[in-house]
């Protein structure tokens, strides 16, 4: 399910820029193509509560409800709604399933309950120990795809309450824990089925670092690159009353400050760039220079 629902995600995002290459038939294709997916993943691997990872050769599912271990994967609840093969009811259930079944202190775990011995039909992962490696981990990839889920959901204070959990910079206060270095991601921390709880392993060895990047970026902060331009789009905590940031895209540097008046996640009043109100929340590039860019939540 997930590589399925990645394979939507290029599906979609291909699109404007095959659009504006004049190959709309391709276009076309793409969204029917996309579609067909769609009602496939909705259909065969919605679980009720949250979407299945997948099957095995003989048809039992894997991350199900009815399965004694991995009842639950993150990584098929974030890439249904980065993809947008969730709607928002079920994105919100998937990661509502979430928190409850794989958070922990240390961030969500990858997947519960972990293999506890190794069984041949789910391959090479149920042959690391409970929890470590893809086994019942806290496996940093997937802690960022889940921090843009939950951003892309408009729910800004469960996208940085992920990255506070997992981040080397709140992790480092406890080095006696997590006994990896305070200034780089680790590939994952052990899980809460390991006597080892919260040590990190692996560090320098992932490529966590810019997707959690993409996630503040992109996503709680809100400043996408498009087609079109620059996107305005934070989901931001409801705590976040003010803040600024200066970002260089496409050969101009904008300095944005976003003001949140009214305490809350998502949602855009106005944009007004270098004194003039933006009709939309697309800045279209400029050649070069400085901009000024006021964000008004509301």
């Known amino acids: 399910q997930m590589v399925a629902c990645q394979i939507c995600y290029n599906l979609r995002e291909l699109q404007p820029i095959l659009d504006l ?13 996309y579609q067909k997916m769609n009602d496939s993943i909705n259909k065969y691997f919605w679980d009720g509560s949250w979407y299945i990872r997948g099957t095995t050769d003989n048809g039992t599912a894997i991350g199900s409800k009815k399965n004694r271990y991995q009842k639950i994967d993150i990584n098929a609840q974030s890439w249904a709604i980065i993809s947008g093969v969730a709607d928002e009811k079920r994105g919100k259930k998937a990661m509502d399933s979430v928190w409850k079944r794989l958070n922990t202190k240390y961030g969500p775990a990858i997947f519960l309950p972990a293999f506890q011995h190794p069984e041949e039909k789910y391959g090479i992962i149920s ?8 086994n019942g981990a ?35 206060e406890d080095p006696a824990t997590y006994r990896i270095e305070p200034y780089v991601y680790c590939e994952f921390v052990y899980g809460p089925e390991h006597p080892d709880f919260g040590r990190g392993s692996f560090s320098w060895t992932t490529g966590s670092a810019s997707w959690f990047w993409r996630g503040c970026l992109d996503n709680i902060l809100g400043l996408q690159p498009v087609v079109g331009g620059l996107k305005i789009d934070p989901s931001l905590p409801k705590s976040w009353k003010q803040l600024e940031i200066t970002r260089q895209f496409r050969g101009a540097e904008y300095h944005i400050r976003i003001h949140n008046p009214f305490s ?25 220079g400085t901009h000024f860019v006021e964000v008004t939540l509301g």
């Open 138 to 172: 806290i496996f940093n990839h997937p802690v960022s795809w889940a921090i843009i889920a939950e951003a892309m959901l408009g729910r800004g204070d469960h996208a940085f309450k992920f990255w506070q959990e997992t981040s080397f910079t709140y992790r480092g």
């Open 21 to 33: 290459a004049g190959e709309h038939q391709l276009v076309d294709n793409y969204q029917k193509t």
């Open 127 to 134: 042959q690391f120990a409970p929890g470590t490696k893809e």
């Open 264 to 288: 809350i996640n998502k949602g855009i009043d106005r944009i007004v760039v270098d004194g003039l109100l933006l009709t939309g929340n697309v800045i279209r590039p400029f050649s070069g």
